[in-house]
């Protein structure tokens, strides 16, 4: 079931707000998907989700493989029978400001702030489309 990005159900955005383990899918360089278990922070208003990740972490070279137009993701969670899936172009940036709202937003959703990483970077995904039934 689709979701309007614009106007979605304030259901749809409370369950982006509770505490999930998500999966990120990334692209490899062959073309075969990567699956791995990641935290999720979803910005309706910016239209972004991050994730925070070391910056050599498989999720994030295979963004960067990608190239400079970004990689075609998806990240989803679940919980009984409701479920969220967040598809989009995701880039890996390393900017300090960007890096610390990644930060920032991950302790909100997960009520812990992370150990200092001077390797840390931030997977920004800019939405494209959003599925769901929650």
């Excluded at 409370?14 to 935290?39: K, M, N, Q, Y």
């Excluded at 937003?105 to 800019?126: C, D, F, L, M, Q």
Aim: charged share 25%; aromatic share 6%.
């Amino acid at each position: 079931m689709a979701h309007d990005l614009r106007d979605p159900a304030p259901e749809y955005l409370e369950f982006w707000r509770e505490r999930h383990v998500c999966t990120l899918t990334t692209p490899r360089p062959d073309g075969s998907p990567h699956v791995v278990p990641v935290c999720v922070t979803y910005d309706h208003e910016a239209g972004i989700a991050r994730i925070i990740t070391r910056g050599g972490s498989a999720k994030a070279a295979n963004v960067r493989a990608a190239g400079a137009e970004g990689a075609l993701v998806a990240v989803c969670q679940f919980e009984g029978k409701r479920w969220a899936t967040l598809e989009g172009v995701a880039v890996v940036r390393t900017e300090a400001e960007r890096v610390a709202e990644g930060v920032a937003r991950h302790s909100a959703r997960y009520g812990r702030t992370p150990a200092p990483n001077p390797e840390r970077v931030v997977i920004e995904i800019t939405v494209t489309r959003a599925l769901g039934r929650v």
